[in-house]
C-alpha cells in the first residue's frame, strides 16, 4: 500500500485513531423529546439569546453610534430606535479603536436621552486606553478570545466594535482567517450567549472581507445613508436588514433613524418607513415640478418606482399633480 492510500485508509477507515473532539449524533425521537433551553427574546422584534448577527456600514456611517444605542437598550432594559428590550441583560462592550474620552463622551449622550438605568454591572466595556499597554486582544487568536473570555462574567451579550481591529490575524478577504473568530462565536452561542459584530462595509456595499461571516449568522443589518442626506444634518441613517432569520414582514422593513433636538435642547430619535420617507421625497420633488426620470435619478431608484408612488399617493389623496399645459402652451414653454 502506497504512502497515499494509507493515509487516505487512515482518515476514513480508522476515525477512532485520529484526534479531535467527539461528536454527538442523536435520533429522531432523542432530537424532538430534547430539553433545549428556550431563545428568549433580548431586543424586540429582531434579537434573541444565542444569536450571532452583525452591523455593518461604510465608516462615518453611524455604526457605533446604534451599536452602543444597542448596548444600552440591553443593559438597561430600556428603548433603542422603535426596538424594545423586555428586560435588562448583562452586556459587554468590547470597543477597539475610540479614544477613551471619546467612548465616555458618546455615552453620556445617550444616558441623557434614556429612560432607563443599567443596573450595577449590567453594562461594562472593553476599551484600549483602560488596558495596561493600550492594546487590544486579537479574536482571532486562541491567547485572544481567552483574554476575553476571562472578563465576560455573566455577561449574556457581547458586542464586538469592530472586527477589523478586533480579528487582526490573517487577511480579511480570506475565509480561513475568519474561521477562528467563527468557531469562538459558535462556542459563544453553546454557552447560551448572543455576539453582535460590527464592521466595515465595503465599497460595493456589502460587509466588507469574506462572505463566509454571513453564513453562520442569524441577522445580518446594512446601515447607509438617505438618498437626501445633508452633512449638516448629524445623525441621520436608513437601517435595513439584509439576512434575518425567522423574521418576517413588518419586523423587518427598513427604517429610517434622525437624531433630532427638541426646542427645549433635549435629543430624541425620530423613526421613519424608508418607504414612507422616500414616498414624501418624490411628492416634493414632483410639486417642484421635476420630471420623473429627474426624480428617479436625484433618489436613486427607478423611473417606474416613481410613477408608482405618486399614482398610489394620488389615490390617497397626499398628492395632487398639476395639470399639464395645453398644447400652445408646451410648444411655447417646452414639456418634460
Not at 486579537?138 to 478570545?145: F, N, V
Not at 422593513?253 to 422616500?278: C, F, Y
Amino acid at each position: 500500500m502506497s504512502r497515499l492510500e494509507q493515509r487516505a485508509f487512515e482518515a476514513t477507515e480508522q476515525p477512532s485513531k485520529r484526534e479531535g473532539r467527539p461528536v454527538v449524533a442523536v435520533g429522531a425521537h432523542d432530537l424532538l423529546a430534547a430539553d433545549f433551553p428556550p431563545r428568549d427574546m433580548l431586543l424586540s422584534p429582531w434579537l434573541l439569546s444565542q444569536s450571532l448577527a452583525m452591523i455593518h456600514a461604510w465608516r462615518g456611517i453611524g455604526k457605533t453610534h446604534l451599536a452602543m444605542l444597542i448596548a444600552y437598550a440591553l443593559g438597561s432594559g430600556g428603548q433603542c430606535l422603535s426596538w424594545s428590550a423586555p428586560a435588562p441583560v448583562p452586556t459587554l462592550y468590547i470597543d477597539g479603536e475610540m479614544p477613551g474620552a471619546a467612548l465616555r463622551d458618546r455615552l453620556a449622550r445617550i444616558v441623557e436621552i434614556s429612560e432607563e438605568e443599567p443596573p450595577e454591572g449590567f453594562l461594562r466595556f472593553v476599551t484600549p486606553d483602560l488596558q495596561p499597554d493600550g492594546i487590544m486582544p486579537d479574536l482571532s487568536t486562541y491567547e485572544g478570545q481567552n483574554a476575553i473570555e476571562r472578563v465576560l462574567g455573566d455577561a449574556k451579550v457581547i458586542v464586538v466594535d469592530n472586527l477589523s481591529c478586533l480579528a487582526r490575524t490573517g487577511k480579511e478577504n480570506e475565509g480561513d482567517s475568519w474561521q477562528p473568530v467563527a468557531e469562538w462565536a459558535l462556542r459563544m452561542r453553546a454557552t447560551g450567549r448572543t455576539v453582535i459584530f460590527i464592521h466595515h462595509s465595503g465599497k460595493g456595499g456589502t460587509q466588507r472581507g469574506t462572505s463566509k461571516r454571513e453564513d453562520l449568522l442569524d441577522v445580518v443589518m446594512l446601515l447607509k445613508r438617505p438618498a437626501d442626506y445633508n452633512p449638516t444634518q448629524g445623525a441621520r441613517f436608513e437601517i435595513h436588514f439584509e439576512k434575518a432569520r425567522s423574521l418576517y414582514g413588518q419586523e423587518v422593513k427598513p427604517i429610517e433613524a434622525t437624531l433630532e433636538t427638541l426646542p427645549n435642547g433635549r435629543q430624541t430619535w425620530a423613526m421613519h418607513e424608508v418607504s414612507d420617507v422616500a414616498d414624501a421625497a418624490m411628492i416634493e420633488l414632483a410639486e417642484l415640478g421635476l420630471p420623473h426620470a429627474e426624480i428617479a435619478r436625484e433618489l436613486g431608484c427607478h423611473r417606474s418606482t416613481v410613477l408608482r408612488a405618486l399614482r398610489k399617493a394620488e389615490q390617497e389623496g397626499r398628492f395632487s399633480p398639476k395639470k399639464k399645459p395645453k398644447r400652445k402652451e408646451r410648444d411655447r414653454y417646452g414639456d418634460d
